[in-house]
């Protein structure tokens, strides 16, 4: 058996080597570190022209075996969550190891009381407590797929969701806190259920106690279901390659995605990712900020964390409330070692006074991590500087829910991070840069689109319901390589940078432009915080450009520095990339794990704004608004 943890530079590329020379191999001894029911017959079978993706064949396990019973003899004491209410007046709860493992069981039993077996699907719309830890362990306990929806998606979301999956049963809510607000949960999900036959029963959880109405033919209170059971339920026995969940992303056209996940590979991908990337060690307390309704909530709250046996803090709340130094009040208040956040965060903590900051001890951190976008210079060094007081290293993790866990990062104090670079793929992991033509460009020093060349354990097997969307979106642009859709560049040393989506393209007199590439030409003004390039139909050009862009301070806003921005676009890539149009705002639509809404951005340039879809998804909805109103 060979030890999980990388321990230097050295042994990294020792390790590196070894993973790509023998995937098969180096996934075989990483995974036996796992507990398993029945050992796999064969590590690795794929075909990408299906496509198709197989690990651990024939293996038996329960990823909550892993992540709950293993524990108890050793660390039955010792917490496994830490819950951080809205609230900072509520008081926080510790969870053990025993308590969960207790409470995961009940809860399992409450849903087999309510009719729920292998396989079927549970849809999960609650709010960041901690039982929405256990209702996602409770349905991996009994083999039950669960689609977690994240508590901010409207009720036409949430069941376009629920639909898409035939969900048995949903879990939910009275209400949710966040912030100074209440999202009215069930309020919501009663909506989404006039259009949602497949639901047999809803399981509703008391939180914020607000007035309800009730449907006796479908809903049943949490704590009387909990009153009815006792807390035994033996795991159920899962193939390694049965599904584990659903979990939706947005596609550039259509539905959304429900990217389905496995057992086997999933699990030993998230654990084994989780503990290199954060060099995560014994006793220490982590905390991710993400939400449960996301793929990093799944993967580094609760699967590999806890398969490692660590200390993981959920948060309910928001950065902003009661005030904007509430995450490093959080991080003194339990003495956090790992910290992980997103960027658009970040740059919202910057603005405020640092006095938010220093009114804080974050003495314990030991990491810094990012995840969701590319991070920028600014807020990169207000991170390393004023968070991790330049004595923390940051782990810029670039993946996504497609890939289940963390694909290129550098792993800290092994390997060297480098500012808004991710830097270096994990063991395992084969990036390569493509040329427009497919071919692999094989200088180090080089820009590209970037791809993925061998199969990874929790690369996300199918698209719910439609393995031909899936072959047609990430594996049919190039043929063998895995498409994640994004441009890169590398440095002479190997690092990696992501340089932003590759599928935003604007055709400009018949010349294709990537918006990311103008849009980091206009960042790169002393004035400017951020921007956004869209097209817009022109009579002569087919398209033209329209830019949306924030400046530090809008007073600064002029036509001198309308014809500066274009002038230095001009320089950076050439006068056709130059914007008809440039609009100041104060904000841009963005989703709540910091992506530009574009599609909002196109119609709004277009003209075209009697139907800008649901924005009620949005982290800002009021910026549409504004951005209208202001429109040239
Ligand atoms: C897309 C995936 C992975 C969990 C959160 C987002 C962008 C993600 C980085 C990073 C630059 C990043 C990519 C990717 N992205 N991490 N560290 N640097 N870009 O998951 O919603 O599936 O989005 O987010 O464009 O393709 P997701």
Redesign the pocket.
């Given at each position: 058996m060979m030890s999980l943890k990388i321990n230097s530079l050295e042994n990294y590329q020792e390790v590196y080597q070894r993973s790509i020379e023998n995937p098969s191999l180096f996934w075989n001894e990483i995974a036996e570190n796992f507990v398993w029911k029945k050992k796999w017959k064969k590590t690795l079978e794929y075909d990408w022209s299906i496509p198709e993706t197989k690990w651990f064949l024939e293996g038996k396990l329960n990823i909550t075996e892993n992540c709950l019973d293993r524990h108890l003899e050793l660390k039955g004491d010792q917490t496994a969550i830490i819950w951080e209410p809205n609230n900072p007046e509520e008081e926080a709860e510790h969870i053990s190891y025993k308590q969960l493992h207790r409470r995961v069981c009940s809860f399992a039993n409450v849903l087999k009381n309510n009719g729920v077996v292998k396989g079927d699907r549970i849809c999960i719309y609650m709010p960041m407590v901690s039982e929405i830890a256990i209702a996602v362990l409770a349905c991996a306990r009994i083999g039950a797929i669960h689609s977690v929806v994240f508590a901010g998606f409207s009720s036409t979301a949430l069941a376009a969701r629920i639909n898409d999956a035939q969900c048995k049963v949903l879990l939910t809510a009275d209400g949710g806190f966040r912030g100074a607000k209440i999202t009215p949960l069930k309020e919501i999900a009663d909506e989404a259920l006039k259009t949602c036959p497949s639901i047999k029963k809803s399981i509703v959880l008391q939180r914020t106690k607000q007035s309800i109405s009730w449907n006796s033919n479908l809903d049943v209170w949490w704590h009387e279901e909990l009153d009815k059971v006792d807390d035994h339920c033996p795991a159920e026995v899962m193939d390694a390659e049965d599904k584990l969940f659903i979990l939706y992303?947005s596609g550039s056209t259509g539905n959304p995605k429900g990217m389905v996940h496995t057992c086997g590979g999933y699990m030993v991908y998230a654990t084994y990712s989780f503990l290199n990337v954060f060099q995560y060690t014994e006793g220490d307390v982590y905390w991710c900020t993400a939400d449960i309704g996301?793929?990093?909530g799944h993967s580094y709250i609760l699967y590999g964390p806890l398969a490692s046996g660590a200390t993981t803090v959920m948060f309910e709340g928001v950065p902003s409330y009661p005030d904007f130094g509430r995450f490093w009040e959080v991080c003194e208040k339990h003495k956090v070692n790992q910290f992980y956040t997103a960027p658009t965060a970040i740059r919202a903590l910057a603005k405020h006074s640092l006095s938010f900051v220093n009114a804080y001890d974050l003495s314990n951190l030991k990491v810094l991590g990012?995840?969701?976008?590319?991070?920028n210079e600014e807020a990169w060094h207000w991170y390393n500087e004023n968070i991790g007081k330049k004595k923390c290293p940051i782990v810029?993790?670039?993946?996504?829910?497609?890939t289940g866990g963390m694909m290129i990062s550098s792993l800290a104090n092994v390997t060297k991070d480098k500012p808004t670079f991710?830097t270096v793929p994990l063991p395992g992991i084969q990036p390569v840069l493509l040329n427009t033509e497919g071919q692999e460009i094989s200088e180090t020093k080089a820009e590209g689109i970037l791809a993925i060349k061998h199969p990874w354990p929790s690369l996300a097997r199918t698209i719910y319901g439609d393995h031909k969307r899936y072959k047609n979106v990430y594996f049919s642009a190039y043929a063998n390589y895995y498409f994640?859709?994004?441009g890169a560049l590398r440095d002479k040393d190997g690092n990696y940078r992501?340089t932003?989506?590759v599928d935003d393209v604007v055709i400009v007199s018949g010349h294709n432009l990537g918006t990311a590439p103008i849009e980091n030409a206009i960042n790169e003004h002393d004035l400017v915080i951020e921007s956004a390039i869209v097209g817009f139909p022109d009579d002569i050009k087919g398209n033209a450009l329209y830019a949306y862009v924030i400046l530090y301070d809008e007073n600064q806003a002029s036509e001198d520095l309308v014809k500066e921005i274009n002038q230095l676009i001009s320089k950076k890539i050439g006068p056709i990339a130059k914007c008809d149009k440039i609009q100041f705002v104060s904000g841009l639509p963005k989703t709540r794990?910091g992506?530009i809404m574009r599609r909002i951005l196109r119609k709004i340039a277009s003209n075209d704004i009697s139907n800008l879809g649901d924005v009620s998804t949005l982290l800002n909805p009021l910026i549409v608004e504004e951005i209208i109103k202001n429109r040239h």
């Open positions: 992303t996301w793929i990093t990012t995840v969701g976008e590319p991070i810029d993790t670039w993946w996504q829910t497609e991710a994640p859709g994004d992501i932003g989506r794990s992506k």
